[in-house]
Nanobody, 117 residues
């Protein structure tokens, strides 16, 4: 089992920045990718950014150039730096971790990000 604990959400004005953190614990030795999804009210959950163990990253087109995913392996933590935030970035952000051996995806509890003036 893998446990994911997120932090860093909140209310920010348009154009502002936030950094989300997701700390993994438990059976983390077989995790090969981590990242973030988000879900806005009335919409499907969508991938925001992901990162594999070899450092490969991918981003949703809507966040490219504004969001950056990074990982601190020593702390088993993945981060999402969000800059130039827009109201349409408002959503619950969920951390995920993909387990290669268990072939399953773990989810965090979600953290609310609200971009509003």
């Amino acid at each position: 089992q893998v446990q994911l604990v997120e932090s860093g959400g909140g209310l920010v004005q348009p154009g502002g920045s936030l950094r989300l953190s997701c700390a993994a614990s438990g059976s983390i030795f077989s995790i090969y990718a981590m990242g973030w999804y988000r879900q806005a009210p009335g919409k499907q959950r969508e991938l925001v950014a992901g990162m594999t163990n070899d450092g490969s990253t991918n981003y949703a087109d809507s966040v490219k150039g504004r969001f950056t995913i990074s990982r601190d392996n020593a702390k088993n933590t993945v981060y999402l730096q969000m800059n130039s935030l827009k109201p349409e970035d408002t959503a619950v952000y969920y951390c995920f971790a993909d387990d290669l051996i268990a072939t399953m995806r773990y989810w965090g509890q979600g953290t609310q990000v609200t971009v509003s003036s």
